[in-house]
């Protein structure tokens, strides 16, 4: 079953409305964005998700690997997710489970993208990540909010651990589900109304995902 995360999350009531729709997985952005908490406030969402026993995910964008590690372990997350110009070495580094994003560029298609994974896994050895797939945007580093072609994903799907994530939304994540059926899809700014975390798009996001498996 296609496991949802919802991102992006900046306050204990959100994580909770995405507790309560049936979210598989809770993120919170410790890197330089609109979403981005202090490392209090991660530490106080993931004790409170971790009470419903998921998984919290932390999104960090080029930083230090020792500042990423440390910053894990103060927040209590579970996985890091890298969402900046990470090297595949420098994944290596980093002692919590890694999500690994890779900004899907205009010009890329099934062969492109199944190709640059091969080339991680490669580098990589029993050190897989978890694959997010994102559009490419310059100067940003997720949460656009833009979705790119799905079914290049196709190939890669069917080989890695892979999360769709850019553009997702109640109405089209079924879709994707249906189509591709990834380990997981992620969702940010598609859940959110006026800059901020909706609970009723929560819920239809969870189930249009579920209904779909």
Known sequence: MTKIKICG???????????????????????PSPRQVT??????????????????????????????????????????????????????????????????????????????????QKKL?????????????????????QAFAWEIARRAVAKYPVVIAGGLHPENVGEVVSRLKPWGVDVSSGVESQGVKDAAKIKAFVQAARAAN
């Not at 204990?12 to 919170?28: F, M, N, P, Q």
């Not at 969402?45 to 960090?60: D, E, M, R, S, Y």
């Not at 694959?131 to 945007?137: G, M, V």
């Open 39 to 120: 490392r209090d406030k991660a530490r106080e969402i993931a004790a409170a998700v971790k009470k419903h026993n998921l998984p919290v995910v932390g999104v960090f964008v080029n930083m230090p690997a020792a500042a990423v590690n440390a910053a894990a372990a103060d927040c209590g997350l579970d996985w890091v997710q890298l969402s900046g110009d990470e090297s595949w070495e420098y994944c290596q580094q980093i002692e919590k489970p890694v999500i690994k994003a890779i900004h899907i560029m205009p010009d890329w298609d099934e062969k492109r993208l199944l190709a640059h994974l091969e080339e991680g």
């Open 9 to 31: 999350i900046t306050e204990v009531s959100y994580a909770r409305a995405a507790v309560e729709a049936g979210a598989d997985l809770i993120g919170v952005v410790l890197a």
């Open 125 to 145: 050895g029993n050190c897989s990540p978890i694959y997010l797939l994102d559009t490419f945007a310059e100067q940003k580093y997720g949460g656009t909010g």
